[in-house]
Structure formats: C-alpha cells, structure tokens
C-alpha cells in the first residue's frame, strides 16, 4: 500500500500557482519524498525530490514541513500543460536489499483552467 | 539525450498468445525496472534489474511473467498464455545506479481479447 495521501482532484486558474499536498506521517528518517507526475498516455515524469530540506528546480518547488510528515508541490505559474496526475511517493534512500521500487498510490488529478 | 524507449507502444494479441515487451534503458544506466498501469491505478512494481541480474522479482503476479536483460543494457518482459486480465500499460523506468532517480519510458499498451 502507497505510504502517502493525496486529494483525488484539484483545480488551478492558469497562471496562477499551484500548490498540491501530500500527507506521509509514518514516513522514516531513511525515506525520500518524490514527486512524478503522469500526462495523459505518457509515463511518469519525475519532476522532484527532498529528504529534508526545501527543493527548487526548473519545474516546481518541493517543501516538506520540519517533522516530515507533510509536503507540498508548487507550481509557481501553472500552464494548461501541467494538467496531469501527480504522484507523491516515498522512498528509501538506502536499501540493504538493493531494490527501489516507487509505490505509487493514485495520485491527484489537478486540472489546470484556462 | 535519449530517453528510455519501448517497443511496440501499442500491442493485440489474442487470449493465450506469447507477447514479448522491450526497453531500452537511458545508456550507461545499470539498473532498470518494470512496472504495469492498469485503468485507472498508479503503476505497480514488477520487476528490478541490477546490470544483467534480476535482483528483485516479487513484484511478478505469476510464473507466465518473465522478465530478462542479457547484456545489462536492453531488457524485454515475456509474458506466456495471455490472460484478459493482462491488458494494461507496461512501464519501463531506468536509473543510473540503484538508488538513483528512475526515468519512466512511454510504455506499451498491451490489449488482450
């Protein structure tokens, strides 16, 4: 079972920012945050990762609150292009057993309205 | 450069036929994973490569799932005996070493009638 709670659905005026949640509260010191995101037909796109820290990258900015056990995705100016699924997803940064599968739940729908 | 390719994006085969599914990882990426999408649902793992070994299977429903990848580099997923319930996307994600982050390729949709 995914690790991580999202909202189904969100909608984000063009142009504006959005701001996308995710719950992990039994998330471990040893765990990631990861973000991919899903265009319809297409496979997942990463877009974003942190373990503790805030992240900015040429596509969004990642921040996790201080106990870990929330995050938020941020669009800073959504385009009808980012209409997707979004996936939050938590992962080890070290495994024993050397496999890192992603367990992706189902993610949120944002639509983005012109 | 080259993104992680699959090949065929679109396969129908009829109920109890052999399919084969290749990727081609990102190059110089040594490990490589596959997952399946059904309607609707995030993907699921199937399967993990560490260069030419499978070093985690778990994730393959049953023994028609076969998964390969002789050189460490091109890998392709066997299914024998295909049941309808097989119908999905089938994604294929690279990494350059296991704990890096993993690039999904487009997929291949199999239909099964």
């Known amino acids: 079972d995914a690790k991580t709670t999202q909202p189904p659905s969100m909608d984000c005026a063009e142009g504006r920012a959005a701001n996308l949640p995710c719950n992990h509260s039994?998330?471990?010191?040893?765990?990631?945050v990861y973000w991919y995101r899903q265009i319809h037909s297409q496979g997942p796109q990463y877009i974003i990762h942190g373990l503790k820290n805030n992240e900015t990258n040429e596509m969004a900015s990642l921040i996790i609150t201080e106990d870990r056990k929330s995050s938020t995705l941020i669009l800073p100016h959504a385009t009808l292009r980012d209409t997707a699924v979004y996936y939050c997803i938590v992962r080890v940064v070290f495994s024993g057993a050397g496999s890192y599968q992603l367990t992706f739940g189902k993610g949120t729908k944002l639509s983005v309205i012109p | 450069g080259a993104g992680v390719s699959q090949t065929p994006s679109n396969k129908v085969t009829e109920k109890g036929k052999y399919v084969e599914l290749r990727c081609d990882p990102i190059?110089?990426?040594?490990?490589l994973y596959w997952y399946r999408q059904s309607l609707g649902q995030g993907p699921e793992f199937l399967i993990y490569?560490?260069?030419?070994?499978?070093?985690?299977d778990s994730g393959l429903p049953n023994d028609r799932f076969f998964a390969v990848r002789p050189e460490g580099s091109v890998s392709t997923l066997k299914i024998q005996r295909t049941e309808r319930g097989d119908s999905a996307v089938y994604l294929c994600a690279s990494s350059s070493t296991s704990g890096d982050t993993q690039y999904f390729g487009p997929g291949t949709r199999l239909t099964v009638l």
């Open positions: 039994t998330i471990s010191g040893n765990e990631y």
């Open positions: 490569f560490q260069g030419t070994g499978a070093a985690d």
């Open positions: 190059s110089g990426h040594t490990a």
